[in-house]
């Protein structure tokens, strides 16, 4: 395939907006070269800059679970943009999508729409805290909640538990607030507990990673988290960012039979429009301004347009729940494609999946955290990543993130892909 448009592209793009991309996994410094520059997108598949059809792998990183340009949500945000695209002032609509929500989701009261998964994991935070009156959050190494300071913590060294800024521009101050704890790792959660009784507010944890490949949670792992925030009355909080309303209606909390106190939204919930959300039960919620002294806002928040693509998106899947099945029996026929081929050839590996999330590590230990998971061969990703790419098939362009399948993909294309992998994996 040939990306000589797209080069040229990146190359403008780069001149304008720093490296070229507006959010930094795009850029593929993780598997070199330059990234592809996509031009329009139907279905399961992506048409470049340079004319080549490739199949979609990362749905935009999860939104798009129906696939690219889904009929019904194009309609509905045509149809509400010709209406005005923002008013600041409440929409009937935005009860309707409340509504339909809070019934798919167990255990939440009430929800409030925020612009993105960051904005919806910034503002759980504040409120557990504001809640508990506690200061200090539980975070999982390798696990995702977006940008805000809070999140942007790395381990300290030494004995030090509290983490340390792992960017700059972050606060000492802010990262003593962030301790940082191995996921998988029950015993490690309860010495934080111990060594800072009295003074957590939460933990929030990803109950499935899609941010470190696709991790699965040891079995007692989320119940043992759910134990000792009940005991030491802290909040627990569940990113449903990438999990929700994809791995089933009620996302993790549902499949799992786990009841989180928060859980966070974004992704799917905006039919690939900018969305987050967080939602709990009344007695957390009413501590949200105005109804209570947890301030939090958003000019743009439930605007018209996004409301539209998001009601629409899940009232597709709340009427056709089979497709969360339908989802999982091709991910795993892709999981079982993808390990005869490497199988067969010898190749080192280890496939995580659950549902419709699936990662593929070239490594001989099982990966649980994000120690072992940074122990895939990179290099051999990268061969991996860019023979995919060059058959026509757009997997992440980093052993860090997971597939989120979506229903568009075909059986033919699975086969497809399952094919190229059959030339790629000479190379590897
Ligand atoms: C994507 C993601 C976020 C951040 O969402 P943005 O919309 O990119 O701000 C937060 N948490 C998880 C688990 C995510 O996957």
Request: proline share 5%.
């Given at each position: 395939?040939?990306?000589?448009?797209?080069?040229?592209?990146?190359?403008?793009?780069?001149?304008?907006?720093p490296g070229?991309?507006?959010s930094p996994?795009?850029a593929?410094k993780?598997?070199?070269?330059?990234?592809?520059?996509?031009?329009?997108?139907?279905?399961?598949?992506?048409?470049?800059?340079?004319?080549?059809?490739?199949?979609?792998?990362?749905?935009?990183?999860?939104?798009?679970?129906?696939?690219?340009?889904?009929?019904?949500?194009?309609?509905?945000?045509?149809?509400?943009?010709?209406?005005?695209?923002?008013?600041?002032?409440?929409?009937?609509?935005?009860?309707?999508?409340?509504?339909?929500?809070?019934?798919?989701?167990?255990?939440?009261?009430?929800?409030?729409?925020?612009?993105?998964?960051t904005?919806?994991?910034?503002?759980?935070?504040?409120?557990?805290?504001?809640?508990?009156?506690?200061?200090?959050?539980?975070?999982?190494?390798?696990?995702y909640?977006g940008h805000s300071d809070a999140f942007l913590i790395q381990a300290g060294s030494?004995?030090?538990?509290f983490g340390t800024p792992n960017s700059p521009g972050v606060t000492k101050g802010t990262a003593k607030d962030t301790?940082l704890?191995?996921?998988?790792?029950?015993?490690?959660?309860?010495?934080?507990?111990?060594?800072?009784?009295?003074?957590?507010?939460?933990?929030?944890?990803?109950?499935?990673?899609?941010?470190?490949?696709?991790?699965?949670?040891?079995?007692?792992?989320?119940?043992?988290?759910?134990?000792?925030?009940?005991?030491?009355?802290?909040?627990?909080?569940?990113?449903?960012?990438?999990?929700?309303?994809?791995?089933?209606?009620?996302?993790?909390?549902?499949?799992?039979?786990?009841?989180?106190?928060?859980?966070?939204?974004?992704?799917?919930?905006?039919?690939?429009?900018?969305?987050?959300?967080?939602?709990?039960?009344?007695?957390?919620?009413?501590?949200?301004?105005?109804?209570?002294?947890?301030?939090?806002?958003?000019?743009?928040?439930?605007?018209?347009?996004?409301?539209?693509?998001?009601?629409?998106?899940?009232?597709?899947?709340?009427?056709?729940?089979?497709?969360?099945?339908?989802?999982?029996?091709?991910?795993?026929?892709?999981?079982?494609?993808?390990?005869?081929?490497?199988?067969?050839?010898?190749?080192?590996?280890?496939?995580?999946?659950?549902?419709?999330?699936?990662?593929?590590?070239?490594?001989?230990?099982?990966?649980?955290?994000?120690?072992?998971?940074?122990?895939?061969?990179?290099?051999?990703?990268?061969?991996?990543?860019?023979?995919?790419?060059?058959?026509?098939?757009?997997?992440?362009?980093?052993?860090?993130?997971?597939?989120?399948?979506?229903?568009?993909?075909?059986?033919?294309?699975?086969?497809?892909?399952?094919?190229?992998?059959?030339?790629?994996?000479?190379?590897?």
């Amino acid at each position: 395939m040939i990306y000589q448009r797209s080069s040229a592209l990146f190359a403008e793009a780069q001149q304008y907006i720093p490296g070229g991309v507006n959010s930094p996994v795009r850029a593929f410094k993780a598997v070199g070269g330059d990234p592809i520059f996509v031009k329009e997108a139907k279905g399961a598949y992506l048409f470049d800059e340079d004319g080549n059809r490739l199949i979609d792998y990362i749905a935009s990183w999860g939104p798009l679970i129906l696939g690219h340009a889904y009929p019904p949500v194009v309609d509905a945000i045509v149809n509400s943009a010709k209406k005005g695209t923002s008013y600041g002032i409440p929409t009937a609509l935005e009860t309707k999508i409340a509504k339909l929500a809070v019934s798919m989701v167990p255990n939440i009261d009430k929800i409030r729409f925020v612009n993105s998964g960051t904005e919806a994991c910034m503002s759980a935070v504040r409120l557990a805290r504001g809640f508990t009156g506690k200061e200090r959050i539980i975070k999982f190494a390798g696990c995702y909640h977006g940008h805000s300071d809070a999140f942007l913590i790395q381990a300290g060294s030494g004995a030090v538990t509290f983490g340390t800024p792992n960017s700059p521009g972050v606060t000492k101050g802010t990262a003593k607030d962030t301790l940082l704890a191995r996921y998988n790792d029950l015993e490690n959660v309860e010495a934080l507990f111990r060594s800072n009784e009295g003074e957590i507010a939460a933990i929030i944890i990803e109950p499935v990673p899609g941010n470190m490949g696709c991790i699965l949670p040891r079995e007692g792992f989320l119940e043992g988290l759910r134990s000792l925030c009940d005991a030491h009355d802290a909040l627990l909080i569940f990113d449903e960012v990438m999990t929700g309303f994809r791995l089933a209606k009620g996302g993790a909390q549902e499949l799992l039979d786990i009841d989180a106190d928060i859980v966070t939204f974004g992704k799917v919930i905006g039919g690939g429009l900018p969305v987050g959300a967080f939602a709990a039960r009344n007695e957390i919620m009413s501590h949200l301004a105005p109804e209570g002294p947890v301030y939090q806002a958003g000019t743009l928040s439930g605007n018209p347009l996004a409301m539209n693509a998001g009601f629409t998106m899940l009232k597709a899947l709340n009427d056709a729940p089979e497709v969360f099945d339908s989802l999982e029996n091709k991910t795993a026929y892709l999981h079982e494609g993808i390990a005869n081929v490497l199988e067969k050839n010898g190749v080192v590996h280890r496939i995580n999946r659950l549902g419709s999330m699936v990662s593929v590590h070239f490594t001989n230990t099982p990966v649980v955290d994000f120690e072992t998971a940074a122990k895939g061969n990179n290099d051999t990703f990268k061969r991996y990543f860019h023979g995919m790419l060059s058959e026509g098939v757009y997997l992440p362009p980093s052993a860090f993130e997971s597939y989120f399948l979506n229903d568009a993909i075909s059986y033919e294309d699975l086969d497809f892909t399952i094919d190229a992998l059959r030339k790629v994996v000479k190379m590897l």
